[in-house]
């Protein structure tokens, strides 16, 4: 996202308080656009369908929504890396013409795997007719396209239009979720929603093929990727797969509740770390517009030093440029979610409070809280040592991320309530002191690890 978040950074150096209320909202809105505006949305339609529909069905759209976005994410997962990197190549050499292509490629695909994978899930759920099922498909595989089209998006000029088409969309399905549900319950729940995340899915597809114009090529180039960069498959497949595999266990475990058919959820620690992940956003906003451009600056400085086969007293010169801008960046935003995670925590339960949430989720609210911290601050260490090519270990502290959250879940489940939550408090706890270590090992050899890593002969 460094190409975005250098244009919005001129609202921080150039706009002046209004400027930097913009860039604010700017970089909120692309960083967290499609979970804020979900949240946004369920908040409006949640309060909407009270006295309308039953609780079960309640139930029911909330589980539409949220299976979606998590099995959605899973299977993005597994080729959002490789295309990123075959983006990013692309970028670097300035060829713009397989893009339109590509994605129309992989957007055909995940079309034909989600209306597969939809088609089979629910056909266990009898709760839904099958007009609902069909708008549910819909639902899911324009939540994957929308997943796919802000990888491509993430070097796009008009950036106003990416916003815009998330919040026409989201207005789109507050509305008419509201008012096609006030006449047909659950099923106008379900089909204003759909009609609204599908929308957003059509603006932010006609928006990249609008940034891209000129020659087009078809080419298959890409798939090339998965095989030569095949630990980036599992890199991101882990980390979604650690982001839900706790909520699975609540879901299915023993203190989970059927739905209907394989929908189950467990209301209170879903409630619980949904707000606790809400508290990370200015982080993301942060890491977008701060961080990563500052970092890339040096690091684009550093290469293009080798390549230019500058002296080693300005490698390490630059060196220390890294470092400190990675220090300086990274401080700045712990100092900033600290008081951000501070200040929530101490009033966690006024404000469960306030939205009249019971305070048995106040336990797994705070460790939520903490967690979701040490999690973005993992993920910023982990995706910084991307950028020096550490596939494989980023992989290990994911799949780490991924197994030891399900361990300590799955034996934390069975413990009072006041522990719920706990088990992903220790997994990102783990996981954050290892990407630390990592980083600093990495830091202070940048030279030997950058010199050593390439190849002696030649590549065929």
């Not at 934390?412 to 309530?417: E, H, K, P, T, V």
Request: glycine letters at 6%.
């Amino acid at each position: 996202m460094a190409g975005i978040g250098f244009r919005l950074k001129n609202y921080f150096n150039e706009g002046g308080i209004l400027g930097s209320i913009q860039g604010t909202l700017y970089s909120i809105i692309i960083s967290s656009g499609p979970w804020l505006i979900s949240v946004l949305t369920i908040a409006v339609v949640s309060y909407a369908a009270r006295g309308e529909i039953g609780v079960d069905d309640l139930y029911i759209f909330k589980s539409v929504i949220c299976y979606s976005y998590a099995v959605s994410l899973i299977l993005f997962g597994a080729i959002e890396m490789p295309i990123t990197r075959y983006i990013a190549d692309q970028l670097y050499n300035k060829d713009f013409t397989t893009f339109r292509s590509t994605f129309l490629y992989l957007s055909t695909l995940f079309v034909f795997v989600g209306a597969i994978i939809g088609a089979i899930f629910y056909s266990y759920i009898d709760a839904l007719t099958v007009y609902e099922k069909l708008f549910c498909i819909a639902f899911f595989c324009s939540v994957m396209i929308v997943w796919l089209t802000m990888i491509f998006l993430s070097a796009a000029k008009n950036y106003h239009q990416i916003i815009l088409s998330f919040l026409v969309g989201g207005l789109t399905s507050a509305f008419l979720s509201a008012l096609l549900g006030s006449y047909f319950q659950l099923s106008g729940y379900i089909i204003g929603y759909s009609i609204g995340q599908i929308l957003i899915a059509l603006l932010l597809s006609l928006n990249l093929f609008g940034e891209f114009q000129g020659l087009d090529y078809s080419s298959l180039e890409f798939t090339r990727y998965f095989k030569r960069h095949k630990t980036l498959v599992f890199v991101g497949l882990f980390y979604y797969l650690g982001i839900w595999v706790d909520k699975f266990i609540f879901w299915f475990g023993p203190n989970g509740k059927q739905v209907s058919g394989l929908f189950y959820t467990n209301q209170y620690y879903d409630t619980a770390m949904f707000f606790a992940y809400l508290s990370i956003v200015p982080s993301l906003a942060i890491f977008l517009v701060q961080v990563e451009t500052n970092f890339y600056t040096k690091y684009l400085y550093y290469f293009k030093a080798i390549q230019n086969k500058q002296p080693l007293d300005i490698l390490e010169e630059n060196t220390q440029q890294i470092i400190l801008s990675i220090k300086d960046s990274i401080y700045k935003l712990i100092k900033i979610q600290t008081g951000v995670t501070l200040v929530i925590w101490y009033f966690a339960e006024e404000i469960l409070e306030l939205l009249y949430l019971p305070s048995l989720m106040l336990s797994s609210f705070k460790y939520g809280l903490i967690g979701a911290f040490l999690q973005v601050l993992f993920l910023i260490i982990n995706i910084i040592l991307l950028y020096f090519l550490n596939h494989k270990r980023v992989l290990l502290h994911y799949f780490i991320f991924f197994i030891s959250n399900l361990i300590f879940t799955y034996t934390i489940q069975f413990a009072d309530y006041r522990y719920q939550g706990l088990g992903y408090l220790l997994s990102t706890m783990l996981v954050f002191v290892l990407s630390f270590f990592s980083l600093d090992k990495k830091l202070k050899d940048i030279n030997f690890y950058t010199f050593m890593g390439q190849p002696i002969g030649e590549e065929r």
